[in-house]
C-alpha cells in the first residue's frame, strides 16, 4: 500500500507527476467505481487543474509540501464551496455550499487534491451506508457485505485504493466502525480538536472529523493538518497541535493498557474476540503492561446515545424548512410547504430520529428521557476517569461482529444500533480513539481493534498503534477488487 511520504517523494524526485498519480487515482475510480460505490461525486476537472498548479511548482523548483499533490476524498457531510454537498439526502440533494468547511480549507490550503465526495448514511445516521438516499456502498473485502457507516463511502474508497487517504466524520463510531469494517484506519478525535465549521450537524455535542486512511502514519499526518482552533466552532479547543508525525517510532513507549472488562461479553463474535485478544498480547510483547479494568457503566452509553443523539438531530434538522436552502416541494400554505417536503426529503431513519428526539425533549419527558441520558453520559464520563487513574490506553474491539451482508439488518433499526456499543461511550465522553486492522475472520473480513485514549492524548494513541502496525502483517493487506 502507498503512502502520503512515498507519493511526497515521487513528487520531489520527479517520477510522477501529481497529474500522473491525480490521473492513475481517476483511472482507479472508473475501474472499480461501478462495484464499490464510494462516490455521489467525482471531482475529475478540478484534481486535474489542483494537480496541474502542484507540477507548476514543481518544474518551476519551488518546495512543495508534504501534501501538495496528495489526492484524497471527503464526506459528503462537508461542506465544500461550489461543489455539490448532498449529506446523502433528497432534501440537500442539490445543495452546492457558497462556503468551505475549515478542514476542507486547510486541505485545499496544504495543496491537497479533491478527488470527489463519498457516500454515506442519510445525515450521518446509521452503521452500514445502507441510508444513503442515493446508492449503496459495497464493501470492497467483499461485494455482498456493507461497508459500514456512516462514513462507508470513505472507509470503502480507501480499502479500494479509489484515493489514498479520506475524512469522516463521527458521532458515535461512524468513523472508527467503517475502518474495521473495511481494514482500514480511522480515527477520531477529541471533541474540539478539529473544527466542526462546515461540518452538516446530525448531534453537535458528539460530532467530530477525522481522517481514515491505510496506514497509521497517513492518519497521523492528516490529523496534524486539519485539527487546530478556529474562531468560527466555539467548542473548538485552543491547544498546540503536536506534530503527531513526527512522534512516531517502530518502538512502543512506556505503556499501561486497560482491556475493557465490559467489552468482552455477550454477542462478541469469537472470531473479532480471538483477533483482538491476540493484539494485546502483541503489545504485551512489545513492552507494554496489560491490566483489565471495569468500566461498569459503559454500556448504558447506547441508551443514552439514543437518546442525545436523535434530540439534537431532532434540533439540527430543523433548519431544512424549504424556505433557506435545499428541497421545496411547494404546498397550499406555508405549514404545508413544511410537511411536505420534510416528508419527502428526509428519509425513513432521519423521520424516525427526528420523532424520538422531539419526544425525548417535549416538556412531559424531558426529565424521564433526556435529562436522564445526560446523566448517564456524566456517569461514563466518570468511568473513563477512574480508569485513565490507572490506565493510559483501554483497549476493545470496534465492533463486536465483521461486516455483515447488505439487507440483513435494515428491517431491524435496534438490531443495527445494538452494533454501536464499543465505540458510542467514546463520543459521549469527547475522548480520542482509534480504529486499526488487526486481522481476518474466516469469511477473509477485516477486524478491527480499538484504541481509547484521554482526552488530548492523540499522540500517545498514534504512537501505540503505529508500534503495533510495525510488527505486524494487517496493513499491508489489500483487498482484492
Ligand atoms: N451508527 C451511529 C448512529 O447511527 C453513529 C453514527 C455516526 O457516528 N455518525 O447514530
Given at each position: 500500500m502507498t503512502s502520503i511520504r512515498e507519493l511526497h517523494q515521487q513528487l520531489v524526485s520527479k517520477e510522477r507527476s501529481a497529474v500522473e498519480i491525480t490521473q492513475s487515482y481517476l483511472d482507479r475510480i472508473e475501474a472499480v467505481e461501478a462495484k464499490v460505490?464510494?462516490?455521489?461525486?467525482?471531482t475529475s476537472d478540478r484534481a486535474l487543474t489542483q494537480a496541474q498548479k502542484v507540477d507548476e511548482k514543481i518544474t518551476s523548483k519551488e518546495a512543495i509540501q508534504l501534501l501538495e499533490g496528495i489526492p484524497l476524498a471527503l464526506k459528503d457531510n462537508l461542506c465544500t464551496k461550489n461543489v455539490l454537498t448532498t449529506c446523502g439526502s433528497k432534501i440537500l440533494a442539490n445543495f452546492v455550499p457558497p462556503y468551505e468547511s475549515t478542514v476542507t480549507q486547510k486541505l485545499e490550503d496544504q495543496g491537497t487534491i479533491l478527488l470527489g465526495k463519498t457516500n454515506l448514511d442519510e445525515f450521518a445516521m446509521?452503521?452500514?451506508?445502507?441510508?444513503?438516499?442515493f446508492q449503496i456502498t459495497a464493501n470492497?473485502?467483499?461485494?455482498?457485505?456493507v461497508p459500514g457507516g456512516s462514513s462507508g463511502g470513505s472507509a470503502a474508497a480507501v480499502a479500494a485504493h479509489e484515493c489514498l487517504v479520506a475524512l469522516g466524520s463521527d458521532t458515535g463510531g461512524s468513523i472508527r466502525q467503517p475502518a474495521s469494517f473495511c481494514g482500514v484506519v480511522g480515527m477520531k478525535p477529541t471533541?474540539?480538536?478539529?473544527?466542526?465549521?462546515g461540518l452538516v450537524a446530525y448531534a453537535s455535542s458528539l460530532d467530530q472529523i477525522g481522517p481514515l486512511s491505510g496506514s497509521v502514519e497517513d492518519s497521523a499526518i492528516l490529523l496534524k493538518a486539519i485539527a487546530g482552533h478556529d474562531p468560527?466552532?466555539?467548542?473548538?479547543l485552543k491547544v498546540d497541535i503536536p506534530d503527531y508525525p513526527s512522534l512516531l517510532k517502530p518502538e512502543l513507549p512506556p505503556v499501561r493498557i486497560g482491556i475493557i472488562?465490559?467489552?468482552?461479553?455477550?454477542?462478541?463474535n469469537p472470531e473479532v474476540e480471538a483477533a483482538v485478544k491476540q493484539a494485546i498480547l502483541q503489545w504485551e510483547s512489545l513492552g507494554a503492561s496489560i491490566t483489565t479494568i471495569s468500566?461498569?457503566?459503559?454500556?448504558?452509553g447506547l441508551p443514552a446515545y439514543y437518546i442525545i443523539a436523535p434530540s439534537e438531530a431532532s434540533a439540527n434538522l430543523?433548519?431544512?424548512?424549504?424556505?433557506?436552502y435545499g428541497l421545496r416541494q411547494e404546498g397550499e400554505n406555508l405549514l404545508s410547504m413544511y410537511t411536505k417536503t420534510r416528508a419527502q426529503g428526509f428519509g425513513t431513519e432521519v423521520k424516525r430520529r427526528i420523532m424520538l428526539g422531539t419526544y425525548a425533549l417535549s416538556a412531559g419527558y424531558y426529565d424521564a428521557y433526556y435529562l436522564k441520558a445526560q446523566k448517564v453520559r456524566t456517569l461514563i464520563k466518570q468511568d473513563f476517569e477512574a480508569a485513565f487513574g490507572q490506565v493510559d490506553i483501554l483497549v476493545c474491539?470496534?465492533?463486536?461482529?465483521t461486516a455483515f451482508t447488505a439487507g440483513d439488518k435494515t428491517a431491524d433499526p435496534l438490531s443495527m444500533y445494538l452494533l454501536d456499543l464499543m465505540t458510542i461511550p467514546v463520543n459521549l465522553a469527547g475522548l480520542p480513539a482509534i480504529s486499526i486492522p488487526c486481522g481476518f475472520d474466516q469469511q477473509g473480513l477485516p477486524i478491527g481493534v480499538q484504541l481509547i485514549g484521554n482526552v488530548l492524548s492523540e499522540a500517545l494513541l498514534f504512537q501505540v498503534a503505529y508500534a503495533y502496525e510495525q510488527n505486524t502483517?494487517?496493513?499491508s493487506k489489500s483487498a482484492n477488487l
Open positions: 460505490k464510494s462516490f455521489l461525486t467525482i446509521g452503521s452500514s451506508t445502507e441510508n444513503s438516499a470492497p473485502w467483499d461485494l455482498s457485505k471533541y474540539g480538536l478539529v473544527s466542526r465549521y468560527k466552532d466555539s467548542t473548538s472488562e465490559e467489552t468482552f461479553g455477550e454477542g462478541l468500566c461498569p457503566r459503559f454500556r448504558y430543523a433548519r431544512y424548512d424549504a424556505v433557506k474491539p470496534t465492533s463486536p461482529v502483517p494487517w496493513h
